[in-house]
């Protein structure tokens, strides 16, 4: 691996295997003030990929830095909102941000904060399991950004967010673009991933078939690279993946 | 001491409101006192009967304890902090010890009207065996509970792996208690106090070097 290179994100020839592979030989690189869309259809691999970078799983092979060093060792720079909340249901908005205070050591007060940023502070003290899915998902993004992390995984965020929200959560990805934070976000809607991003690769079965600028992306590009890049996932690779 | 004191509070305050161990347990534990009961055992039984009961209805509550950490998947969110795992070990297992006391206290009322345990019985020393008991399988029995959450079948499997090795605690908690029943002073239960003491703290010093492995997928 390429240490001289400050990528925020890097994975050189990193596999998963779980009963089967579920992520092979996937090398990428993500600066700092990019934000990657990873598109592929369900099963492709792409909340194993966040949840690799998370540091909540070990590549079975392979190598994978974040700021240059293992995800264990970052954990606090790392900040994850995935296809679940991570919030206890039974607890209120407030008391679930107020534990995630504690456990990174942050003020209380932050937790306030963070629900007055989204809007939901009105809904401070209602239990989790009362909102509906798209302000559960609000409150998980803002979970996720209590702490204010230098890389920024979103596994399928605008899933159960209304045109609102979607919008907000737009312009919030662009500003922690603007303040030099990594973002990786997962994605099977090639719109989103274009509205967003700066870059999109495209994972299918586990493997890195693609990678391109979001400007040159649209509906066309990905459902080629579906229709035949699944079958010979190696050909379809416009470029060497981790190559700017 | 912040972290530690987050997960003690959280854990609480989830089980004050879904209200789902301490009731389970406290309708276990005291389904198996009165059956044994019912079945003519004698006050000789009646602290394997205590403890079997104790046993049986800790291992379910530990192993629903994790469920609900899988809910939304709040496990990943303790893996991803960056906290101490040994921090995250002990805070699950004293929340676990704080909730299945207060199953035993129902429990052991119970125990104590069938068994006719009155008297002469010296109630702390009872207090101090059920403690040091309980620290014990609470001990093993959380970092087994963690280490099954993710399996299928997790509420059958914990008391097939609790039991045989929480023998040691099991076998030193029932001396202790028929010692406590008998109405002799604590003191003559000295050693079996003892081993409950090692046995715990090797329970809490594994985990604290293993948990990190357990957290992780």
Not at chain 1, 26 to 43: F, H, K, Q, R
Not at chain 1, 187 to 215: I, M, Y
Not at chain 2, 142 to 169: D, H, S
Not at chain 2, 190 to 209: D, I, M, R, S, W
Request: aromatic fraction near 6%; include cysteine; hydrophobic fraction near 55%.
């Amino acid at each position: 691996m390429d240490t001289d290179h400050a990528a925020a994100v890097a994975l050189a020839k990193v596999w998963k295997v779980y009963d089967a592979p579920v992520l092979r030989d996937v090398s990428l690189e993500v600066d700092a003030g990019d934000v990657l869309a990873v598109l592929g259809p369900n099963g492709a691999g792409k909340s194993t990929l966040l949840r690799l970078i998370a540091g909540i799983a070990r590549p079975t092979r392979g190598h994978l830095r974040v700021l240059g060093a293992e995800p264990a060792a970052r954990r606090r720079s790392i900040g994850l909102a995935g296809h679940d909340t991570f919030l206890a249901g039974h607890l209120t908005t407030l008391e679930n941000l107020q534990f995630f205070a504690d456990l990174y050591s942050l003020p209380r007060a932050r937790a306030r904060a963070a629900l007055e940023d989204i809007g939901l502070l009105h809904l401070a003290r209602h239990p989790v399991r009362a909102l509906s899915r798209g302000t559960a998902q609000r409150v998980s993004l803002a979970r996720s950004l209590l702490h204010d992390p230098a890389v920024v995984l979103l596994d399928e965020p605008f899933t159960g967010l209304d045109a609102r929200a979607a919008s907000d959560l737009t312009q919030h990805i662009g500003r922690l673009r603007g303040v030099g934070r990594c973002v990786v976000m997962t994605t099977h809607r090639v719109d989103e991933a274009v509205a967003v991003a700066d870059t999109v690769a495209v994972l299918v079965g586990g493997r890195l078939v693609a990678r391109e600028r979001a400007s040159h992306v649209d509906a066309g590009w990905l459902l080629d690279i579906y229709g035949s890049g699944a079958a010979k996932p190696e050909t379809r690779s416009p470029k060497p993946v981790g190559s700017p | 001491m912040r972290v530690f004191l987050a997960i003690v509070r959280r854990d609480l305050l989830v089980e004050g409101r879904a209200r789902e161990l301490v009731p389970s347990m406290v309708m276990l534990g005291v389904l198996l006192v009165t059956v044994a009961s019912a079945a003519g055992l004698d006050r000789a039984a009646a602290a394997p009967v205590l403890w079997l009961s104790v046993v049986f209805a800790a291992s379910f509550g530990l192993a629903r304890s994790f469920h609900h950490d899988l809910e939304h998947d709040q496990w990943s969110g303790l893996a991803m902090a960056p906290v101490d795992r040994a921090v995250v070990y002990l805070g699950k297992a004293a929340a676990n010890f704080i909730i299945i006391l207060a199953a035993e206290l129902v429990i052991v009322g119970v125990f104590a009207v069938f068994f006719n345990v009155r008297g002469g019985v010296v109630w702390t020393a009872l207090a101090v065996t059920m403690v040091a008991g309980t620290a014990g399988i609470v001990a093993i029995g959380t970092l087994l509970g963690a280490m099954i959450a993710l399996a299928r079948l997790r509420e059958a499997l914990l008391p097939l792996l609790l039991l045989p090795v929480a023998v040691p605690a099991v076998l030193a908690a029932v001396r202790a208690t028929e010692i406590v029943l008998a109405g002799r002073s604590l003191a003559h239960a000295q050693g079996e106090l003892q081993l409950l003491a090692a046995f715990t703290a090797l329970c809490v010093a594994l985990p604290v070097v293993l948990f990190e492995y357990v957290l992780e997928e």
